[in-house]
């Protein structure tokens, strides 16, 4: 393989590794978001009765 072949080969993999870890931020950034949202939205919801009844048998 000439050094030409293998420079272009490399910046192909160094790009598509870019575009990957800048793909993997953004997921992250919803699941992040997202997460956020939904401990809202368990932390609004009343609760009714939580703790009157224990299950001794289980």
Request: net charge negative.
């Amino acid at each position: 393989m000439d050094i030409a072949a293998m420079s272009l080969s490399l910046s192909a993999c160094s790009v598509n590794t870019n575009i990957s870890l800048a793909m993997m931020s953004k997921v992250l950034d919803t699941a992040e978001v997202t997460g956020e949202v939904l401990t809202e939205m368990i932390d609004s919801i009343p609760v009714q009765g939580l703790g009157e009844h224990i299950d001794v048998l289980a």
